[in-house]
């Protein structure tokens, strides 16, 4: 799992012009990330946080992502 965006366009289809073809996708430690909650900031950024997965018993971390617009 990885942290997934998508911007959309008023007419429903992802936006060309953000990310690639739409979406960004970042593997933030390379096992089971999961994003959770998002917030856009009023400069247009994307805000995302999660859970960060390090494996091998270890407990979750909180992960924090900003994307820009």
């Known amino acids: 799992g990885n942290f997934l965006i ?5 007419d429903g289809e992802l936006d060309p012009d953000f990310g690639n073809a739409g979406m960004t996708i ?10 959770n909650a ?17 494996g ?4 979750w971390l909180i992960g924090v992502v900003r994307y820009l617009p």
């Open 6 to 10: 998508m911007r959309i366009n008023p």
């Open 26 to 35: 970042t593997d933030y430690l390379g096992r089971s990330d999961s994003g």
């Open 38 to 54: 998002m917030a856009v900031q009023a400069d247009g950024k994307f805000v995302v946080a999660g859970g960060l997965d390090l």
């Open 56 to 59: 091998s018993g270890s407990p």
